[in-house]
């Protein structure tokens, strides 16, 4: 049986490959860079499985539903 990978792990890949990418230069806002290229795939995915719904896609993320608004609105994601 093949194992799953694991989002930890994926993470962990991406970062190592991202700071050997920098070649010695010096990294910086890696914690922003992250949640930007993480949230908007994830809020994108999640309203798809609660077909739209915002109150149940807040509540599969754990968010008030108007963070997930304010989010939505700021990754421009269509409701």
Same mark, same amino acid.
Not at 14 to 37: A, C, W
Not at 41 to 53: A, D, E, F, V
């Given at each position: !049986?093949?194992?799953?990978?694991?989002?930890?792990?994926?993470?962990?890949?991406?970062?190592? %490959? $991202?700071? /050997?990418?920098?070649?010695?230069?010096?990294?910086? @806002?890696? $914690?922003? !860079?992250?949640?930007? +290229?993480?949230? /908007?795939? =994830? =809020?994108? $995915? +999640? !309203?798809? +499985?609660?077909?739209? @719904? %915002?109150?149940?896609?807040?509540?599969?993320?754990?968010?008030? &539903?108007?963070? =997930? &608004? /304010?989010?939505?609105? %700021?990754? /421009?994601?269509?409701?």
């Amino acid at each position: !049986m093949e194992k799953k990978t694991d989002i930890p792990d994926c993470v962990n890949e991406s970062l190592d %490959q $991202y700071f /050997k990418d920098l070649d010695g230069e010096h990294p910086t @806002n890696v $914690y922003d !860079m992250v949640i930007g +290229i993480v949230e /908007k795939p =994830l =809020l994108t $995915y +999640i !309203m798809g +499985i609660s077909k739209g @719904n %915002q109150s149940k896609a807040a509540e599969i993320l754990g968010l008030n &539903r108007n963070t =997930l &608004r /304010k989010k939505l609105k %700021q990754h /421009k994601i269509d409701i």
